[in-house]
C-alpha cells in the first residue's frame, strides 16, 4: 500500500497508449463513490504505512540492543 492512493498509477503501456487517445478516455483514477469513502481510504493507506515504519524502527531497535530482544 502506497500513499499516493488517490493518484493515478498507469502502467507505462497505457502512458503509451495515451498518445493515440485525444478524446483523453484512457484516464484511469483509483474512484470512491464518495469525497469521504476516498479520504477514509487514504487515511487507512497512510495508517498502513506508518505503521509499517513503526514495526521497521522496532525491529532496527532490537537488531541494534540484542539484549533487549531476549527479554521482550
Known sequence: MSSDFLFAQPSILIGAATLFDPAGSLQMYNRSLTPDEADA???????ELARQD?????QAFLDAHPDLAKAA
Do not use: G, K, V
Not at 481510504?41 to 495508517?47: H, K, N, T, V
Open 54 to 58: 513503526f514495526e521497521r524502527a522496532y
Open 41 to 47: 481510504l487514504a487515511l487507512i493507506s497512510d495508517w
